[in-house]
């Protein structure tokens, strides 16, 4: 059971139990992942500019000594530049660091490579707001994007200009997007667990995720780091169809990223929330249209994702499949759209027997099956913030219980 320190059980005690860790290597100053949020492949929808300075909050749950940053190029057809590569705790840059790359100031991200700088000798402490700012004044495409709605957490905005500083927005209904940057690690002497938000764009967006990390940060300092690897568009059976740019954006499936991510990430828990773009693609995209999704196809790729993470010590929680809804004429044969609702019911009726499910959809939608209207993004698909708080609730409560 996770419990508060101070509490009759340690709450270290849990998170370091599967990792068979002694209190010896516990005292050991390493680099530890503080923030994490998996970029997207736009190669096909990729944004160009002739300048750019971009500025991204990351709210850190950990005390250290150094930071240290990944930039990602993974999707992008040429080299990346950034002259400058900046950090500090305020968003005014009034007192920053220069982070250097083999220590040269300029940045240098080679096609299809992630790169990592050297330390910043910068003391960060459980619960700070950390600023990265990333300048290039040359001419570049980006492919490599990330974005959030959630702005609680983490935060970004850009300028098309080399010596602009981009303003912070507030908000929960606007995308906020940011290119590159996809991991700070931070040089502590503590072993944080790690709670991997997965998924589609339920979780890329942030109404969940965030508020998970607000309840868990506040709980547990020092002790848990949450990170965000859901996909908009993802599926779990299924890789993104190739016949729009749009949804070529959408990833591989949730059951191939699931190994690596877990490799790469070391989770103690994975939570997933998949699934509505399993039922809904297929009745837009003419490629999704021949890939069959049935109750049977579908309970087999959940059992599959859940051996995976047991392969990878990783524990699991999956959220139903929440209540959808498409605007009128946006599906063309009504009939085939009712089934999709229908198999919605079906999968959560067997997803719910799983002693890893948590009935999200009963937590958020009304006697007729959608989504409240208090919880409602405005689209009828997805959670504002306040349904994020309700369903992060629930999954704090599962995971502090140790269920």
């Not at 495409?141 to 507030?170: E, I, W």
């Not at 890329?204 to 568009?233: D, H």
């Not at 995209?285 to 010590?313: H, W």
Request: net charge positive; aromatic share 10%; proline share 3%.
């Amino acid at each position: 059971m996770l419990q508060r320190a101070g509490d009759k059980y340690n709450s270290g005690l849990f998170i370091f139990a599967r990792r068979n860790i002694t209190w010896k290597e516990v005292i050991k100053v390493e680099w530890k992942l503080g923030w994490y949020h998996s970029c997207d492949n736009y190669r096909t929808l990729p944004f160009t500019f002739p300048e750019l300075t971009e500025v991204i909050q990351a709210v850190i749950n950990l005390s250290g000594k150094a930071v240290r940053l990944n930039l990602s190029n993974l999707y992008g057809k040429t080299k990346l530049v950034f002259q400058k590569v900046e950090v500090s705790l305020d968003e005014k840059f009034h007192v920053k660091q220069t982070a250097t790359f083999n220590g040269v100031a300029r940045a240098e991200i080679v096609q299809g490579t992630i790169i990592m700088s050297d330390p910043v000798w910068l003391k960060v402490s459980a619960g700070m707001k950390l600023y990265v700012k990333l300048s290039s004044c040359v001419k570049q495409t980006y492919s490599d994007f990330c974005c959030t709605y959630d702005t609680t957490m983490t935060n970004a905005a850009f300028v098309r200009n080399y010596k602009g500083l981009p303003h912070l927005q507030r908000s929960m209904t606007a995308r906020r997007g940011w290119f590159c940057l996809n991991e700070i690690n931070i040089l502590t002497d503590n072993m944080p667990g790690i709670i991997n938000m997965t998924g589609d764009s339920l979780v890329e967006m942030g109404q969940i995720s965030a508020s998970v990390a607000e309840v868990m940060y506040r709980a547990y300092p020092e002790e848990v780091v949450v990170v965000n690897t859901g996909i908009s568009g993802g599926r779990l059976l299924y890789d993104a169809p190739d016949d729009e740019q749009l949804y070529q954006t959408f990833g591989l499936s949730l059951l191939k990223r699931a190994s690596t991510e877990a490799q790469k990430i070391n989770p103690i828990w994975t939570i997933a929330f998949i699934g509505s773009n399993d039922l809904l693609m297929p009745l837009l995209s003419k490629e999704a249209a021949g890939q069959t999704v049935t109750v049977e196809t579908f309970l087999q790729g959940i059992l599959q994702l859940r051996r995976t993470l047991v392969e990878r010590n990783s524990r699991f929680i999956l959220g139903t499949i929440l209540p959808f809804s498409l605007g009128h004429g946006t599906v063309p044969h009504t009939s085939r759209y009712i089934q999709a609702v229908e198999k919605r019911f079906k999968i959560n009726q067997q997803l719910y027997l799983l002693p890893e499910t948590i009935d999200c959809s009963r937590i958020v939608e009304d006697e007729n099956h959608c989504l409240k209207a208090e919880y409602d993004f405005g689209d009828h698909l997805h959670l504002n913030k306040r349904g994020g708080q309700k369903i992060a609730a629930a999954i704090c409560a599962k995971i502090s219980a140790g269920d």
